[in-house]
């Protein structure tokens, strides 16, 4: 069995709002506070995309959505009806 050893890390000036919702997360998800502070870290760092993986993203989300352009007519024509 290969021992592996945890770093520690102390957070300083945490606000009284962030730690109460912390505490209530880590609560929710039957985790210690510690827990769930190491579970929101990792699905951040996680999360990281790079510009070209969200430029893929958003292109995916424009093709999935798409509609034909409004000319400016039909733009103007649509912000008149709404000031009536």
Same mark, same amino acid.
């Given at each position: 069995?290969?021992?592996?050893?945890?770093?520690?890390?102390?957070?300083?000036?945490?606000?009284?709002?962030?730690?109460?919702?912390?505490?209530?997360?880590?609560?929710?998800?039957?985790?210690?506070?510690?827990?769930? &502070?190491? !579970?929101?870290? #990792?699905?951040?760092?996680?999360?990281?995309? +790079?510009?070209? /993986? =969200?430029? *893929?993203? &958003?292109? !995916?989300?424009? #093709?999935?959505?798409?509609?034909?352009?409004? +000319?400016?007519? /039909? =733009?103007? *024509?649509?912000?008149? !009806?709404?000031?009536?």
């Amino acid at each position: 069995m290969q021992v592996v050893a945890m770093k520690s890390m102390t957070i300083k000036g945490v606000p009284e709002v962030l730690l109460r919702q912390l505490k209530a997360r880590a609560k929710a998800n039957h985790r210690s506070l510690n827990g769930e &502070v190491i !579970a929101a870290l #990792e699905y951040l760092v996680r999360r990281r995309r +790079t510009p070209a /993986e =969200l430029l *893929a993203q &958003v292109d !995916a989300i424009r #093709e999935s959505v798409r509609m034909p352009y409004l +000319t400016d007519e /039909e =733009l103007n *024509a649509a912000k008149r !009806a709404g000031r009536m």
